[in-house]
């Protein structure tokens, strides 16, 4: 896309951002390939700032009572997965004006021909693009602004977002040689562990996901304890062993989705648990696994119906995160408009 010279990100001091949208249950894929990631960063000691993007959602329809309930029990999934609200910035996007005004800034920066190449979009809209909202179009300039708003130099990102993220890069790139700075960081995509793309236990050459019509298709980071091991030990698998190495999960994508979905689990390598369980079957395998993640999953779904019964507390939280989150961007938001020649008078009672 853009052949201008990036700014390192080495300038600016270490900062994570990242964001899920709030448009259905968090399930095992989100808590795997993010949600765990996420606390890793935290207590690395690096800044964090995570965030509820609920102005994504609404880039399709959404019952405004249900997004309100699904932005909470966001929030109560951070928290109960080991998102500590006082040592990471924990709020909702819509909080935070600089999202939608930088988002703009950045729409005239980056170019249609960027955005028409991306993936996201074509698969969303399908063949009813025509019909498909701007906001769903522009949504990767919004995700620019999320990340931008707040200088951050990292972003754990799943393998379908990367695409969108190296259109970030592109957008600081070409806003830095359009006006001659080294303002905005060129942010590194953190992409790393065994199982960042967790697969459907049905089908899995498919992503996990939570709009899939059958619930036995995921692992909801709600459902408890009997359900988490009734879906694993139904899993889809095929008659033969395991074998000792991964050149022998090659093929077999259902079987390599368990490995990883275990390796991950238990922070060992996919090679360890074929050491462990090479030459053994899934009548073996299953239930060890479906034990494994009862052991690290119903904490979590216990805890986040504790949470829920507070919904005054998760607001306070949220209130309180987008608080210090406006306290970092807003400034950045100003040097931006300045350097881009707007004027920025406040009317008297205006902050």
Known sequence: ????????????????????????????????????RF???????????????????????????????????????????????????????????????????????????WLKRMTQFKDKAGKNAENASVGL???????????????????????????????????????????????????????EGAATRVMSLRDGTKKM???????????????????????????????????????GLAERPEARNLVNIYAALADITPDAVLAQYGGQGFGAFKPALADLAVDKLSPISAEMTRLMQDVAEIDRILGDGAARAHAIAQPILEQCYDIVGLIRTRPSGMT
């Open 1 to 36: 896309m853009s052949d201008t010279a990036p700014v390192s990100a080495q300038k600016f001091a270490p900062r994570v951002f990242s964001g899920i949208q709030p448009s259905g249950g968090l399930t095992l894929g989100n808590y795997l390939g993010a949600l765990k």
């Open 39 to 113: 606390v890793q960063a935290q207590d690395a000691g690096t800044e964090t700032i995570y965030c509820m993007v609920d102005m994504h959602a609404i880039t399709v329809w959404q019952d405004p009572a249900k997004l309100r309930r699904a932005t909470r029990e966001l929030a109560a999934g951070f928290i109960a997965s080991g998102i500590d609200p006082v040592r990471s910035i924990l709020f909702n996007q819509s909080q935070v004006p600089a999202h939608a005004e930088l988002a703009w800034i950045f729409n005239c920066v980056a170019r249609m021909g």
């Open 137 to 191: 179009f522009a949504y990767p300039t919004l995700m620019a602004a999320d990340i931008m708003a707040y200088h951050a130099t990292h972003v754990p990102v799943g393998e379908d977002q990367k695409q969108h993220l190296e259109l970030t890069r592109d957008i600081a790139a070409k806003f830095n040689h359009d006006f001659g700075v080294e303002f905005f960081p060129i942010v590194e995509p953190v992409i």
């Open 209 to 247: 996901s939570k709009s899939d019509p059958s619930d036995m298709s995921r692992i909801n980071l709600t459902d408890d304890a009997d359900t988490i091991a009734q879906k694993l030990r139904k899993a889809r698998t095929d008659p033969e062993a395991l074998p000792s190495d991964l050149d």
